[in-house]
């Protein structure tokens, strides 16, 4: 017996371990770290962490800024210029050499012209970057009471014209400064800056001007959940109506979602290179994998390698301690697996399976509901399945075989019989030995 231990042992770690799969997790690695320096260069245009650092601005370069900003205002010309952008770019730069080149006065000057130009636009994305101006300029003159009142009314200001004009549509806006809006209002509806039904009506102009996607829903959904679990917001019944509606417009916008095995990985490279994901986040990802899985059975196939990568890289992504994704991802992964898989999906299939039989919390939680659903799927190949040999089938029964042995508490009376609907009972019954023996 512990001869067939060992080595039924040894072919679970070379499933695990396949040379195979390390290729794939090989190119997902690749397309992984090209996407996280993708992002650290938009951080750095975004920013300007790049310019800013590189160039030592001196105190007459950060006036011939401002005098083009105040110039550009006068003019009527500051959305043909890049003076808003130029400013912006400056109010990132540390308070110690913002406060040694700008004087009080300019201060107050550059928020009265901010408020001339919040009044001119019909873009949303304008009043959003106004706001963001705002805000560094704010945070960064705290010991001087004026400047630092003038840039809180200033805000509150540029807050309530988002929130009752009307803008034109967006047109080039990334879904990453979209989201960055969206944080935004966040964090005024949680410093109590605006009221519940303020930031539903920013939301929904947010929605509807821009791209529209299931993603942005999906972020404003982790907004409104992250609002409902603090305790001044708990008890809001606008807030949870708001909820139920956005999920249930992410549920209708599922029925016509399609995405290609290209959208499906670039969506997972863009979402795992991340460096603060959320649990919608993986929600977003997992739904649209099943979506993806539906297409064909190569399609399924590829999904399948996906969520391999995510059980394999576990120890450095850590999602899996969440039970929240945890059960979210294992949802996921039973709804795809079908009768009508064809015999290398329904492999891959069994190797996943045995990976997360491998993993401790999926173990611990979710044991039975692993076993029943490899037994299952070893019953659909044994039934469809046609040249059964060791590699697509009877390398299973042997692992059954001993996962059954090993675990007691899991009982299913009559596997062999179970199994062999549709082959060799006798055959089946010999990749058994460990349960006769402990029979006898």
């Not at 705002?134 to 809180?152: E, G, L, M, Q, R």
């Not at 305790?231 to 399609?258: C, G, H, P, T, V």
């Not at 290209?262 to 979506?291: G, M, S, V």
Request: charged share 20%.
């Amino acid at each position: 017996m512990k001869t067939r231990n060992q080595k039924i042992i040894t072919l679970i770690e070379k499933i695990i371990n396949s040379d195979e799969n390390k290729k794939f997790y090989a190119y997902i690695d690749t397309l992984l770290l090209k996407k996280c320096f993708d992002n650290i260069y938009e951080l750095s245009l975004s920013e300007n962490i790049i310019r800013i650092s590189a160039n030592n601005l001196s105190c007459r370069d950060i006036s011939n800024i401002l005098n083009d900003f105040f110039a550009d205002v006068k003019s009527n010309s500051i959305y043909k210029s890049r003076g808003l952008y130029e400013l912006a770019k400056l109010s990132s730069l540390p308070a110690k050499k913002l406060n040694r080149a700008i004087t009080s006065d300019i201060y107050l000057k550059i928020a009265s012209f901010l408020d001339i130009v919040s009044c001119e636009t019909s873009l949303i994305s304008h009043q959003f970057l106004i706001l963001r101006i705002t805000d560094n300029f704010h945070i960064k003159n705290t010991n001087c009471n004026t400047v630092y009142n003038a840039y809180s009314i200033l805000m509150k200001n540029i807050i309530n014209k988002i929130i009752s004009r009307d803008f034109l549509e967006e047109k080039n806006t990334k879904e990453t400064t979209i989201l960055c809006w969206i944080d935004r209002i966040l964090t005024a509806t949680f410093c109590k800056d605006i009221q519940i039904d303020n930031f539903i009506i920013i939301c929904n102009k947010i929605l509807s001007l821009t791209m529209n996607s299931i993603y942005l829903y999906w972020k404003i959904l982790n907004s409104t959940n992250y609002l409902l679990l603090q305790q001044d917001f708990s008890a809001s019944k606008q807030l949870r109506q708001y909820k139920n509606s956005i999920e249930k417009i992410i549920s209708q916008k599922y029925i016509s979602a399609k995405f290609s095995k290209e959208d499906i990985q670039n969506l997972f490279i863009t979402i795992i290179a991340k460096q603060k994901i959320q649990k919608e986040d993986y929600y977003y990802l997992f739904d649209a994998i099943t979506i993806t899985a539906s297409s064909s059975q190569n399609d399924k196939l590829f999904c399948l390698a996906l969520y391999e990568y995510l059980i394999v890289h576990n120890s450095k992504f850590k999602i899996f301690n969440y039970r929240f994704i945890r059960k979210y991802f294992i949802d996921a992964l039973f709804s795809i697996i079908n009768k009508q898989d064809v015999i290398s999906v329904q492999n891959k299939e069994l190797q996943l399976l045995i990976m997360l039989i491998n993993m401790d919390v999926f173990f611990c939680f979710e044991k039975h509901r692993l076993f029943f659903s490899y037994i299952n799927i070893l019953r659909n190949i044994a039934i469809n399945g046609n040249n059964l040999n060791h590699n697509n089938f009877y390398k299973y029964c042997d692992i059954l075989d001993y996962y059954l042995i090993t675990n007691p508490d899991f009982t299913f009376p009559n596997v062999v019989e179970y199994l062999s609907v549709n082959c060799n009972k006798q055959k089946i019954s010999r990749h058994f030995t460990l349960i006769k023996e402990k029979s006898i």
